[in-house]
Every structure is written in structure tokens, then in C-alpha cells.
């Protein structure tokens, strides 16, 4: 049975609200032990390590990633760099461009952290971009009403892939929970549990 890395946003945690519907839906099904959600670094070269590290201690082939926006990106890394799945929740595209704006003082809400995002730390989200997208690997959902990203952009980047596009909703992907059972089944998690 796979197991779910699921990959947080800029300035989130596993705090965040998807985070919290997925772990909460494993448990209620008696899964909870398939749920790995590490708080990832502020720094993008720091995140890929630590998620490097995850894959390789539980194998490639034995889990699917849930990323979201910037997790969305660094799932698209590691699904490339490991041959793994991933679902990829209003992804971040081509962030080394999109991070620009978001230069100088930082504070993640959910851990309380202040850090200092650097241009060296663009270089480091340019390095991590996919050289290729194998599009078989890949379910991108999206909500037409991010107010962040635009969701066209990642239509564009992720052609071929499973997509699924939902009309309104908002950049924390407002029809999380409702999905979670399609979710969990083309994961291969199944919905009755143990």
C-alpha cells in the first residue's frame, strides 16, 4: 500500500488546513501510518534535501506525493528525480521567476519562523525546476479563482496529465476534503482502510 508525502506550501506546515483533512482522513480509516508530512525548510535547496531523504528511507515506488503551490513545484522535482507519482494542488510554475516579489524579511505564520529569502535562494528554486515533465506521472488539479497563481500557467506547463479544473474556489484549493477519496483511490490507498 502506497503511503502520501504530502508537500507544503511557502510559509505553511504541516499545520496547514489540507494537511490537517489528509492526515485526519488516514486516521479515521485507521491509516494514520501512511501519512508523512515533514515541515519543510524555508531554504528551496534545504526542502529538496529533506525530501530526498524521506523518499529514499521509504522508497520511490512505495509512495505518492500531495504537493501544494510551492510544494506543488518541489513534488514535480521529486516525482522527476525519483520516478514517483504526485498530485499537484494549484502548483507553483517556474517559481525562480514567481519568488522575486517575495525578496527580503519572512515570517511563516504557522511555525513562527523569520528568515531572510535571498536572490541566492532563486538560484536554488531555478536549479530544482524539471528539466522534462513526464506528464503519466502527474494529477493536477486546480481552481480557477487562485487569487496567487494563475491556474493557466500551470495548465500550460502540465500538458497531457490526468487535470482536473474546478470553477471558483481559491488558492488553498477550497475542494480539498470532498476529493480526498479520489485522491486516496488513484493513490492506491483504499477508502475502507485496513
Given at each position: 500500500?502506497?503511503?502520501?508525502?504530502?508537500?507544503?506550501?511557502?510559509?505553511?506546515?504541516?499545520?496547514?488546513?489540507?494537511?490537517?483533512?489528509?492526515?485526519?482522513?488516514?486516521?479515521?480509516?485507521?491509516?494514520?501510518?501512511?501519512?508523512?508530512?515533514?515541515?519543510?525548510?524555508?531554504?528551496?535547496?534545504?526542502?529538496?534535501?529533506?525530501?530526498?531523504?524521506?523518499?529514499?528511507?521509504?522508497?520511490?515506488?512505495?509512495?505518492?506525493?500531495?504537493?501544494?503551490?510551492?510544494?506543488?513545484?518541489?513534488?514535480?522535482?521529486a516525482a522527476e528525480q525519483?520516478?514517483?507519482?504526485?498530485?499537484?494542488i494549484n502548483p507553483a510554475?517556474?517559481?525562480?521567476?514567481?519568488?522575486?516579489?517575495?525578496?527580503?524579511?519572512?515570517?511563516?505564520?504557522?511555525?513562527?519562523?523569520?528568515?531572510?529569502?535571498?536572490?541566492?535562494?532563486?538560484?536554488?528554486?531555478?536549479?530544482?525546476?524539471?528539466?522534462?515533465?513526464?506528464?503519466?506521472?502527474?494529477?493536477?488539479?486546480?481552481?480557477?479563482?487562485?487569487?496567487?497563481?494563475n491556474y493557466r500557467d500551470?495548465?500550460?506547463?502540465?500538458?497531457?496529465?490526468?487535470?482536473?479544473?474546478?470553477?471558483?474556489?481559491?488558492?488553498?484549493?477550497?475542494?480539498?476534503?470532498?476529493?480526498?477519496?479520489?485522491?486516496?483511490?488513484?493513490?492506491?490507498?483504499?477508502?475502507?482502510?485496513?
Amino acid at each position: 500500500m502506497s503511503k502520501i508525502l504530502y508537500l507544503h506550501g511557502f510559509n505553511s506546515s504541516p499545520a496547514s488546513q489540507k494537511a490537517q483533512q489528509t492526515q485526519a482522513w488516514l486516521a479515521e480509516r485507521g491509516l494514520a501510518e501512511l501519512f508523512i508530512c515533514p515541515t519543510l525548510p524555508s531554504t528551496p535547496s534545504a526542502a529538496a534535501a529533506l525530501i530526498a531523504q524521506v523518499i529514499e528511507q521509504h522508497g520511490p515506488a512505495n509512495l505518492t506525493l500531495l504537493g501544494s503551490s510551492l510544494g506543488g513545484f518541489l513534488a514535480s522535482w521529486a516525482a522527476e528525480q525519483f520516478d514517483c507519482r504526485a498530485v499537484l494542488i494549484n502548483p507553483a510554475v517556474r517559481p525562480a521567476q514567481l519568488m522575486q516579489a517575495y525578496l527580503g524579511p519572512q515570517l511563516n505564520p504557522y511555525t513562527g519562523e523569520e528568515y531572510l529569502l535571498e536572490a541566492h535562494h532563486i538560484v536554488e528554486l531555478k536549479a530544482l525546476e524539471p528539466a522534462r515533465i513526464s506528464a503519466k506521472r502527474y494529477w493536477l488539479l486546480l481552481e480557477t479563482g487562485d487569487e496567487t497563481l494563475n491556474y493557466r500557467d500551470a495548465l500550460a506547463y502540465y500538458p497531457g496529465c490526468k487535470q482536473t479544473i474546478i470553477e471558483g474556489g481559491d488558492h488553498s484549493f477550497q475542494h480539498w476534503e470532498p476529493m480526498l477519496p479520489e485522491v486516496m483511490a488513484w493513490a492506491s490507498i483504499p477508502a475502507g482502510g485496513n
